[in-house]
């Protein structure tokens, strides 16, 4: 086995997706997701292509690091907080802006010695997702007691709606009443749509007249990448280009005849004489274990069905009784022509577990 998968990354159909979003926010400013890798993408490709981006948000301390290592200079937004001490040092040693969402944090902060620093705080509002954040009841006195810092030298609310994937969903509308009586005439910056929010924005933002006194940021991850955030719409209907093509290669053909098993545990049973394909993907790369048999796979442009277990390093597919195609033929297993929503359905994963779930040992090559 020497031919390896890749994920050939599109710059141009990134910064299309950055520029749509942006369009459709209104004024908003933008905080892009860079988390997971940037969503499976690579974080310092997505930073150096995504220039136009007023912050950045990522999950992790060590997703942080990587950007400031890189040179970004512009906010970076480190969305799970701290739990301890140290590693409110260490964010703040990286310039990080820091959500928090529960009252240890407060406490380690008034704990913390004034030092020459600032700090720009997002307070995270739980208005139904039950995950993090505080409670309204308790926003008031959080806020107070962030504002009585001298390290706090900002505080912006933050919320995450739950139901947003169903655009038709009435708990959307019952977060954002919360949210937007929380937030009237509040002194600094709001945020509360990610990328479900966006494309559904005229409803779910314009519609609300935000009358904070600061700025309204958005949140887009998932479609950044070109991936639909919503249940009933496609990514091309939303006017999104995707960024991967993941793809690899046939390492081998063979004959197979009717009854003849295919893979491990013989879960797949040649129903008629047939010839199979052997591409060098499996696991190991991030073509998930949970992907079934009649997943769709393109082979020179054709769609032809997954058969039997993915492995660590190799699937199988169903060429056809009448095959003309060849050892190092290119083999696309998601992409522009093979929607990953499309593939997903085929598995018991999301499209974002998916995108997501791309290994490391995935050479990512930007064009």
Not at 13 to 26: D, V, Y
């Amino acid at each position: 086995m020497t031919s390896s998968p890749y994920a050939y990354i599109d710059k141009h159909a990134l910064q299309h997706n950055f520029n749509h979003l942006r369009s459709i926010s209104g004024q908003s400013k933008v905080m892009c997701a860079l988390k997971g890798n940037a969503y499976g993408h690579g974080i310092v490709d997505a930073a150096n292509i995504l220039t136009g981006a007023n912050g950045f948000a990522v999950a992790r301390l060590s997703e942080a690091k990587i950007l400031r290592d890189l040179g970004v200079d512009r906010s970076i937004t480190l969305l799970g907080g701290f739990a301890t001490t140290e590693e409110l040092n260490l964010a703040i040693n990286l310039r990080c802006d820091i959500v928090i969402h529960n009252v240890t944090q407060i406490e380690i902060l008034e704990n913390t010695s004034t030092r020459n620093i600032s700090i720009y705080a997002w307070l995270k509002i739980d208005t139904g997702m039950n995950r993090l954040g505080i409670k309204i009841t308790d926003a008031f006195d959080f806020i107070s007691r962030l504002e009585s810092m001298d390290i706090i030298t900002k505080i912006g609310l933050m919320t995450h709606l739950s139901d947003a994937e169903d655009k038709m969903s009435k708990k959307n509308s019952i977060q954002l009443d919360l949210f937007r009586g929380l937030t009237d005439h509040f002194s600094g910056d709001i945020s509360f749509a990610n990328s479900a929010v966006i494309v559904n924005c005229d409803r779910l933002i314009k519609s609300y007249k935000w009358n904070n006194k600061g700025d309204i940021w958005v949140r887009p991850g998932i479609a950044l990448y070109g991936i639909s955030p919503l249940a009933d719409n496609s990514a091309r209907q939303l006017n999104l280009k995707p960024v991967m093509k993941f793809s690899s290669k046939l390492i081998a053909i063979r004959s197979v005849l009717k009854g003849e098993c295919v893979g491990y545990n013989s879960t797949w049973v040649a129903k008629k004489d047939s010839t199979l394909g052997v591409v060098s993907a499996g696991y190991g790369d991030g073509y998930s274990k949970s992907i079934i048999s009649g997943a769709p796979v393109l082979v020179n442009g054709r769609k032809v069905p997954l058969v039997g277990l993915v492995s660590m390093d190799l699937i199988v597919v169903d060429l056809g009784s009448i095959s003309d195609d060849c050892i190092g033929d290119e083999v696309v297993l998601w992409g522009e022509q093979l929607p990953i929503e499309e593939v997903a359905h085929y598995s018991n994963l999301t499209s974002y577990a998916l995108i997501t779930g791309v290994t490391e040992r995935v050479e990512r090559l930007v064009h």
